[in-house]
């Protein structure tokens, strides 16, 4: 089956670091992908591991352990324009009739930056 | 400009209505994602094409679910005898089909209700 757990909601302080978990159990694995989505918006892409260690691209950073089935999003000097809900997805495997590279997304996790 | 375009973005029918749903990618994206997404909870892959084929459809794709890619350009979702449980928000995804990180582009969505 495939599962991807991440907590349903957080809250953090304007200036400080958030760190929103995810775990997964899929069949397959090809990349993890993490996705901000603002209220009625599209989600856009922030992050993609496909090999194990840490990732870092300005403020956010994503880390990924494929032994343990487990990633982070790392969000340092948070803004109040980080509110928003992210996204953790797992690519479906390469399969024998050609990669369709489906995205498997958990539930989001809905962060609020207070003052 | 040049992202993914999806109209209408709002759409209102009653119950037993027919739909139809046309998703833009970006210019020479030759994969194409369909997602719908419901309040609360991440998107959930429906249906994916690479140029005008479509190479795999979720369970989630009923019978009353059709979708199209006649040119390998636009795509169209339609659904048939709408259902409450219809109600989503539908999202539309592009990828090139070249090497690298393969991040999916949203579109904004079009968002349904059946009454």
């Known amino acids: 089956g495939q599962n991807i757990d991440q907590p349903t909601e957080m809250t953090a302080t304007e200036g400080a670091i958030v760190q929103i978990n995810c775990t997964y159990q899929t069949s397959g694995f090809n990349g993890l992908f993490w996705y901000q989505q603002h209220a009625g918006e599209a989600p856009t892409f922030l992050s993609y591991n496909v090999l194990d260690g840490l990732e870092e691209k300005g403020r956010f950073s994503s880390f990924l352990s494929r032994s343990k089935g487990y990633s982070y999003l790392l969000l340092k000097e948070l803004q109040m324009k980080d509110s928003a809900s992210y996204l953790c997805a797992v690519r479906d495997r390469v399969k024998s009739s050609g990669n369709t590279g489906k995205l498997i997304f958990g539930q989001g996790t809905t962060l609020q930056v207070k003052p | 400009d040049t992202g993914v375009s999806q109209d209408p973005r709002h759409k209102i029918t009653k119950r037993g209505q027919n739909v139809t749903f046309r998703c833009d990618p970006i210019?020479?994206?030759?994969?194409l994602y369909w997602y719908r997404q419901t309040l609360g909870q991440g998107p959930e892959f429906l249906t994916y094409?690479?140029?005008?084929?479509?190479?795999?459809k979720s369970r989630l794709l009923s019978d009353r679910f059709s979708a199209e890619r006649p040119k390998g350009s636009f795509s169209t979702l339609e659904i048939q005898r709408t259902e409450q449980g219809d109600s989503a928000m539908y999202l539309c995804?592009?990828?090139?089909?070249?090497?690298?990180?393969?991040?999916?582009?949203f579109g904004p969505g079009t968002r349904l209700t059946v009454l």
């Open positions: 210019s020479e994206h030759n994969r």
């Open positions: 094409f690479q140029n005008e084929a479509q190479l795999e």
């Open positions: 995804a592009s990828r090139p089909g070249l090497a690298g990180n393969n991040e999916q582009f």
